[in-house]
């Protein structure tokens, strides 16, 4: 199994920066891929942008050169850094792992509020 704890959202004005950070814990060795995903009141989940266990990143178009996602494999933690924050990006933010263990598992943190003001 596999645990997640996010941190770091909060209330910025638009064109602001925030800091997302997920610490993953339990089977980590088993992790293919972390990632970030957001969903808004009365919307679907989407995603974000994700990160494989060899470093290639995805990203989401709306938020192509603005946010960048990385990790810090000593620290089991996966970042997401948001830059020119608008209004639009306001949404409860999950973590995400996808492992393997003898079949692919999604796992999720509990979700963080990020909220931009115009």
């Known amino acids: 199994q596999v645990q997640l704890v996010e941190s770091g959202g909060g209330l910025v004005q638009a064109g602001g920066s925030l800091r997302l950070s997920c610490a993953a814990s339990g089977s980590i060795a088993s992790i293919n891929r972390m990632g970030w995903y957001r969903q808004a009141p009365g919307k679907q989940r989407d995603l974000v942008a994700t990160?494989?266990?060899?470093?290639?990143?995805n990203y989401a178009d709306s938020v192509k050169g603005r946010f960048t996602i990385s990790r810090d494999n000593a620290k089991n933690t996966v970042y997401l850094q948001m830059n020119s924050l608008e209004p639009e990006d306001t949404a409860v933010y999950y973590c995400?792992?996808?492992?393997?263990?003898?079949?692919?598992?999604?796992?999720w943190g509990q979700g963080t509020q990020v909220t931009v003001s115009p």
């Open positions: 995400n792992a996808l492992a393997w263990m003898g079949g692919f598992y999604n796992s």
């Open positions: 990160i494989t266990s060899g470093g290639t990143t």
